[in-house]
């Protein structure tokens, strides 16, 4: 996993996160974490900081720093300690402030790619080029997408555009992954009821305008959820999952 004490996205489903890696680990699956934030520009997420934000957040995982920011030799690392890499879930990802879509800055645009696709295409890249290699070849890639894979909330063009992307990298890497036994799919989750999708239960705006408090799903159910796609053999492959609140303003959004 690679991901971060200060992302919005990360600290929106910690919780399932904690339960996703427990479960993975009680059917013999490691799990690392790797951070590699530039703790200049992010004092939050100094290694110090790291080892708090784990243990407060009982983390059952290595939460690890790479302080080159070199996510190759992050890789190389996880390889080092287990000899081998099985399963990747690119979960890291941040939100885009809710912005008129003429407002947006060149930087806010900028950033929010960077981090939503670029992270997840650079993570696929060296966890792929391991799987491809090691003997028996193949693994499995899981990309936390989101509903706004599929349909956009009101002022979050950066988000749903990064969003978008990750779906067109999930189907190539499933394309591209085939011939080396290497499986991707991807998981979209739609209100997990953590303390950063809060405010979706207390309102939110809508496409018409209109101010509504949305139903609310277990963080338990997705953790679930990514360990069902996690455990199936390599021969099986869920390409998309849709885990939502079942009564939450999706079908017909927008």
Not at 91 to 98: F, H, Q, T
Not at 177 to 185: E, F, L, Q, T
Not at 218 to 245: D, G, H, K, R, S
Request: overall charge neutral; glycine content about 8%.
């Amino acid at each position: 996993l690679f991901i971060c004490n200060h992302c919005p996205f990360v600290i929106h489903i910690n919780e399932a996160l904690v339960s996703m890696a427990n479960n993975l680990l009680k059917k013999g699956i490691g799990v690392v974490a790797i951070s590699s934030n530039d703790v200049e520009t992010y004092p939050q997420d100094s290694p110090e900081k790291m080892q708090v934000h784990a243990k407060i957040t009982n983390y059952p995982f290595p939460y690890l720093y790479d302080e080159t920011q070199s996510v190759a030799k992050a890789f190389a690392e996880v390889k080092a300690k287990f000899n081998r890499l099985d399963l990747l879930f690119n979960n890291a990802g941040i939100a885009s402030p809710g912005s008129l879509l003429e407002e947006i800055t060149p930087e806010d645009w900028q950033r929010v790619i960077n981090i939503n696709i670029g992270g997840v295409f650079f993570c696929t890249q060296q966890a792929f080029a391991i799987m491809k290699d090691q003997n028996p070849q193949g693994g499995r890639i899981i990309n936390n997408g989101s509903i706004s894979a599929q349909v956009p909330r009101p002022n979050s063009a950066p988000y749903t555009a990064s969003k978008h992307a990750v779906t067109g990298l999930t189907r190539s890497t499933s394309l591209d992954g085939r011939k080396y036994n290497i499986a991707c799919g991807q998981i979209d989750i739609g209100n997990a009821e953590t303390k950063m999708a809060s405010a979706h239960g207390a309102g939110v705006v809508q496409a018409n305008g209109d101010v509504i408090s949305e139903p609310m799903l277990n963080p338990q159910i997705v953790a679930n959820a990514v360990v069902n796609m996690a455990n199936l053999p390599l021969e099986a492959n869920v390409q998309f999952m849709t885990v939502m609140a079942t009564k939450m303003p999706y079908i017909g959004r927008g």
